[in-house]
């Protein structure tokens, strides 16, 4: 399963490594929650008809979710999230200012129970341990829902994300899949999940007597991307979301295209301590809400996100 930001996070007490994730400087819209519809004019007219006309019966109006009653006395939630993975959690360009899909989804359940959210930076390979340590009361960080975290915290499921392939514009060497790669080069960041998915998908290819993947690893992520910017590999992977970020930003328009569909989506969940009492079903009646108002979709498409992850429901 591959880990969401291609990082691996280990248990507790036990030895981390920190990879770095994706960044970007382009404008992004500002976070708003998603609109509610108005009310049209003819609704506005049938309320106000007369109480003895004869009325269809009106459909149940859809409760809110209700915040446990902890949140609701402290008037604010805050989310342990690693601002540094466009376009799920990054700084807008005041530097300051917290933005993306997960943000946006953070707001959306804020809104949904009466109070404020919060943003506490945390990083990603102490993310775990602040959490359980009560320095916030969810994370939301695009992370994976593994049995090893799953032992630590508990997880309301909110997407799927999997691996993405980044080609020049055309994909002129027809890459689709990690099979398509055999013979050819593709840039990828050290210590991520995504370089072991390449090296075990090169050696199965060498196994079947086909040629292999010529795999480079780079340091940093954002310099495995620049090397596909100057034709020195003939495609970048990462995570399916920053793959779709990298193709929407304005300066790359008409330079790439994602090739392929996301492999092997995984499950990305909101973690919350598992001795929080009521945490877990307020936190699912929201995204579950989220997904009837249409608010989760709303926020994917807004983030460039449509075909880089798959929606639950």
Known sequence: MFATRTRALALAGS????????????????LTAAPTAAPTAAATAAASA???????????????PAAPDRIKTASKLVFCVD???????????????AQGSDVDIANQIAKYWGVTAEIDNTGF??????????????????MNDTTDRAKQVDFVDYLK?????????GNPKG??????????????QLGTTNLDALNAASEKLKNAGKAPIDVKGYQKDTDAFAQLGLGRVDAYSTDSPVV??????????????????PIDPALIGIAMRKDDAGMKAAVQAAID??????????IVDKWGMTNAVVLLK
């Open 125 to 142: 390979d102490s993310i775990i341990l602040a959490l359980n340590a009560k320095k916030c009361d969810l994370i939301i960080s695009g």
């Open 83 to 97: 601002v540094s993975y466009a376009p799920e959690e990054f700084y807008a360009a005041d530097g300051t200012t």
């Open 289 to 298: 809400a989220m997904y009837a108002d249409g608010s989760m979709k709303s």
């Open 244 to 261: 779709a970020y990298y193709n929407s930003l304005p300066a790359n328009a008409g330079k790439f295209e994602v090739g392929g569909t």
């Open 161 to 169: 994300v999997g691996q993405g392939l980044l080609v020049p514009a």
């Open 15 to 30: 030895v981390v490594l920190l990879v770095s994730a994706c960044s970007g400087t382009a404008a992004t819209p500002a």
């Open 50 to 64: 007369s109480a003895s006309a004869a009325a269809p019966t009106a459909a149940p109006t859809r409760a809110a």
């Open 175 to 188: 890459i689709h899949t990690l099979e398509d790669l055999s013979g050819k080069s593709v840039a990828v």
